[in-house]
């Protein structure tokens, strides 16, 4: 199994910043799998919001957020981290991190296949 455990949420003024991290372990944890951050505002779906592949190379961001958030990884501490700045309120949302047994990227919920429990971002206005 792999677990994934998100920090780094809280409450930030807009404009401002913040860094999640999602922690990944797990017997069957490979380096190998692509991760992804998704996040979900009440009564909205789920969004996704950036990704990366195993190696990190290769990542894309959503256009809701391209310019402001940033994903990024460490194989070395199997750690994948969502840096988000120029924060507004409409980011405000639960964000999830997601593991995907594959190396590429991927930008729907279904290609992904391990999920976090979650943090909470609050931007206020």
């Known amino acids: 199994q792999v677990q994934l455990v998100e920090s780094g949420g809280g409450l930030v003024q807009a404009g401002g910043s913040l860094r999640l991290s999602c922690a990944a372990s797990?017997?069957?944890?490979?380096?190998?799998?692509?991760m992804g951050w998704f996040r979900q505002a009440p009564g909205t779906e789920r969004e996704f919001v950036a990704a990366?592949?195993?190696?990190?190379?290769?990542?894309t961001v959503a256009d809701s957020v391209k310019g402001r958030f940033t994903i990024s990884r460490d194989n070395t501490k199997n750690t994948v981290y969502l840096q988000m700045n120029s924060l507004n309120p409409e980011d405000t949302a639960v964000y999830y991190c997601?593991?995907?047994?594959?190396?590429?990227?991927?930008?729907?919920?279904?290609?992904?296949?391990?999920w976090g429990q979650g943090t909470q971002v609050t931007v206020s206005s």
């Open positions: 990366a592949s195993y190696s990190g190379r290769t990542t």
């Open positions: 997601a593991a995907r047994t594959r190396v590429s990227v991927g930008t729907s919920g279904r290609e992904y296949d391990y």
């Open positions: 797990g017997r069957t944890f490979s380096s190998n799998y692509a």
